[in-house]
């Protein structure tokens, strides 16, 4: 069975503080991505990253960066946490280029006070 | 601008009926569409795959349509369980899959 784990399923952070969210795939997969979704505003592409060390931003990038080193492996940074980066957070994996599917971690939500 | 609409936004619908989810797209050029479904708390997970040339499909009680022409897609649900309240989300694949656009998704309540 496919699997995404996302380390942490709740966090709770202060204004200001470096966050890491981990997210690990077990499928052998190329393409990562990171999403975060906010109710009304459905679900929002923040990076994406087709192979080792190669990142791509998407739609909302402003705040965060990411960092793949293995393949199996991408993790979202947020430097300097703000209450507007209040979410739910996703990661995905999906093989190749072309086939669309993507398998969704179980989600992180943070809160940010 | 590539968009995806979905609607209704909600619905609660009573165990054993049957409903419709619609999605209206305007992305170009056209891949394939999926619908997703999320349980609360959960991240989202397939259904249902539509390329250009399907018109319809069925997985279990779960029936997706696609009119590639007026590029509409519906979801509907058959005989419905309180285990399909879940949010329905629609996702529009182009060039190849590798842009995707996300509808806003359907919540859906079944109630006993």
Same mark, same amino acid.
């Given at each position: 069975?496919?699997?995404?784990?996302?380390?942490?399923?709740?966090?709770?952070?202060?204004?200001?503080?470096?966050?890491? !969210?981990?997210?690990?795939?077990?499928?052998?997969?190329?393409?990562? #991505?990171?999403?975060?979704?906010?109710?009304?505003?459905?679900?929002?592409?923040?990076? #994406?990253?087709?192979?080792?060390?190669?990142?791509?931003?998407?739609?909302?990038?402003?705040?965060?960066?990411?960092?793949?080193?293995?393949?199996?492996? #991408?993790?979202?940074?947020?430097?300097?946490?703000?209450?507007?980066?209040?979410?739910?957070?996703?990661?995905?994996?999906? !093989?190749?280029?072309?086939?669309?599917?993507?398998? #969704?971690?179980?989600?992180?939500?943070?809160?940010? !006070? | 601008?590539?968009?995806? @609409?979905? +609607?209704?936004? +909600?619905?609660?619908?009573? @165990?054993?009926?049957?409903?419709?989810?619609?999605?209206?797209?305007?992305?170009?050029?056209?891949?394939?569409?999926?619908?997703?479904? $999320?349980?609360?708390?959960?991240?989202?997970?397939?259904?249902?795959?539509?390329?250009? +040339?399907?018109?319809?499909?069925?997985?279990?009680?779960?029936?997706?349509?696609?009119?590639?022409?007026?590029? $509409?897609?519906?979801?509907?649900?058959?005989?419905? &369980?309180?285990?399909?309240?879940? +949010?329905?989300?629609?996702?529009?694949? &182009?060039?190849?899959?590798?842009?995707?656009?996300?509808?806003?998704?359907?919540?859906?309540?079944?109630?006993?």
């Amino acid at each position: 069975d496919v699997k995404v784990t996302q380390s942490s399923r709740y966090l709770v952070k202060r204004t200001g503080e470096k966050v890491f !969210l981990e997210c690990v795939q077990d499928m052998d997969h190329e393409n990562m #991505f990171w999403y975060r979704q906010d109710p009304g505003l459905g679900l929002r592409l923040i990076y #994406f990253s087709y192979d080792v060390k190669m990142k791509e931003k998407g739609d909302i990038p402003e705040g965060y960066s990411v960092s793949r080193e293995k393949k199996e492996r #991408f993790s979202l940074i947020l430097e300097s946490a703000s209450t507007n980066q209040t979410s739910m957070y996703l990661c995905a994996s999906s !093989l190749g280029v072309g086939t669309g599917e993507l398998f #969704f971690g179980e989600g992180s939500r943070l809160t940010v !006070l | 601008k590539n968009q995806v @609409e979905q +609607s209704p936004q +909600s619905l609660i619908i009573l @165990e054993g009926k049957n409903c419709t989810l619609q999605c209206n797209y305007t992305v170009s050029p056209f891949s394939n569409l999926r619908w997703y479904k $999320q349980d609360t708390g959960r991240g989202p997970v397939s259904l249902t795959i539509m390329t250009f +040339s399907e018109n319809t499909k069925s997985n279990g009680r779960y029936t997706a349509t696609l009119d590639a022409d007026t590029k $509409q897609s519906s979801l509907h649900i058959t005989a419905s &369980q309180l285990s399909d309240s879940a +949010s329905y989300i629609c996702v529009v694949s &182009q060039n190849a899959g590798n842009m995707l656009t996300f509808g806003g998704g359907t919540r859906l309540m079944v109630k006993p």
